[in-house]
């Protein structure tokens, strides 16, 4: 009997889609009767239950803060478990926009331009604005270094851009970036192949939190997306190529924006949802893989020393 050890729930602000994940992908687990499986949170007591449990593969269905960034992932490697997704370097990377978007760039990947913005430093709101004006225009894109799921991310004008700063300040340090336009496309990649991609079209001003997770935001999902052949193999190797210079593992999601007949690579997630709603499933479910079969592809590819 195969013995599965589910960490769900978490610290960050995206805890309530990790919980909805593991929930999702219980269900589909409980189908086969040779597993045991048991779901735990990542509090004080998780790793004496994992030593107890003594699984053969950890899935980690953690995202966001301590769950995406490489804090997990250092634990479960001390502890010598196989885990899922991606390891220690490729989680923080991936994590950090600020680091990811200087290996894209180093690796000409197109990615907005954008500017690191401290809270310790002082400055002048007039010759600030002129300075973004000059570099970017308006609207810019304000966002944390290292959020998932779209959370604290504001598309900003010169009237409330102070104002949704403010809003972030607990973060230290953010990222102000260009805003680029367009039509917003995702691709997948699992063990190293291209997967799929799906096109969205919010009803709400961009694919925001609600937008992802509130079946109420409408969002429509478009697959197959209608771009061509050639537009599609190359959004789709750039996704493959920031899944290879990262170092992920498993499955990962890259976020692009399309403008101009060129692709805006966002970030790259690897930790994306599977819930009823999630991008991933919805994209294997296209290319006939079921959820179930998903989740097992994602499984087999556990290890440690990633």
Avoid: W
């Amino acid at each position: 009997m195969k013995k599965i050890f589910i960490l769900a729930g978490g610290y960050s602000k995206e805890r309530e889609i990790s919980l909805k994940t593991a929930k999702s992908v219980h269900k589909e687990l409980k189908k086969n009767t040779n597993y045991n499986i048991k779901i735990q949170e990542p509090n004080g007591e998780f790793i004496k239950h994992l030593r107890k449990f003594k699984p053969d593969v950890v899935l980690n269905l953690l995202h966001g803060r301590y769950g995406e960034d490489g804090y997990i992932q250092s634990i479960l490697e001390t502890e010598k478990v196989n885990y899922t997704h991606s390891g220690v370097l490729s989680s923080s990377l991936a994590m950090d926009k600020d680091l990811s978007k200087k290996i894209f760039i180093k690796n000409k990947i197109l990615t907005p331009k954008y500017k690191k913005f401290s809270f310790k430093k002082k400055i002048n709101q007039k010759s600030f604005l002129k300075l973004l004006n000059s570099n970017f225009g308006f609207p810019v894109v304000v966002k944390p270094i290292n959020e998932g799921s779209s959370v604290n991310v504001f598309i900003c004008s010169k009237k409330n851009i102070f104002s949704n700063i403010k809003k972030l300040r607990e973060y230290g340090e953010i990222l102000i970036e260009k805003y680029i336009p367009g039509r917003e496309i995702q691709v997948a990649i699992l063990s190293e192949k291209i997967l799929g991609a799906i096109e969205l079209k919010p009803k709400r001003k961009f694919y925001d939190f609600q937008a992802k997770y509130n079946p109420k935001a409408k969002t429509q999902h478009i697959i197959p997306v209608d771009i061509t052949k050639k537009q599609l193999t190359n959004v789709s190797n750039i996704a493959l190529k920031a899944h290879k210079l990262l170092n992920c593992r498993g499955v990962s999601r890259s976020d692009f924006r399309f403008y101009k007949n060129k692709f805006y690579l966002l970030e790259t997630n690897t930790q994306p949802g599977m819930t009823s709603l999630s991008l991933v499933p919805e994209i294997a479910r296209y290319k006939n893989i079921t959820f179930n079969n998903l989740i097992k592809k994602i499984l087999s590819d556990a290890s440690i020393n990633k």
